[in-house]
Nanobody, 122 residues
Framework: QVQFVESGGGLVQAGGSLTLSCAAS????????MGWFRQALGKEREFVAA????????YYADSVKGRFTISKDNAKNTVYLQMNSLKSEDTAIYFC???????????????WGQGTQVTVSS
């Protein structure tokens, strides 16, 4: 059974930093891409960042480029999202997901975690 456990969310002031973790289990993800998405209240889920397990290639939404960094630890089967210079508009539930190819479309993600809340106060 595929399972993702996200952690690291919380309340932070604007300009602050948080690091999210997504621990994966239940299968081998070496041929998958892992992505972070977020969903703000009343809005659709949107792409944030992605990384391929095998090559470590990274992809970012324009809104987070230069502020967020996605990384992975193969030994721990864990993907991270380092978030710096946080803004109030970054407030959302953050989800990690896995797919066979990098995608920015939430509808193409077959495996999701339960999400972790990030709240940025201004």
């Amino acid at each position: 059974q595929v399972q993702f456990v996200e952690s690291g969310g919380g309340l932070v002031q604007a300009g602050g930093s948080l690091t999210l973790s997504c621990a994966a289990s239940g299968r081998t993800f070496s041929s998958y891409a892992m992505g972070w998405f977020r969903q703000a209240l009343g809005k659709e889920r949107e792409f944030v960042a992605a990384i391929t397990w095998r090559g470590g290639n990274t992809y970012y939404a324009d809104s987070v480029k230069g502020r967020f960094t996605i990384s992975k630890d193969n030994a721990k089967n864990t993907v991270y999202l380092q978030m710096n210079s946080l803004k109030s508009e970054d407030t959302a539930i953050y989800f990690c997901g896995a797919s066979l190819a990098v995608t920015m479309r939430p509808s193409s993600i077959p495996y999701w975690g339960q999400g972790t809340q990030v709240t940025v106060s201004s």
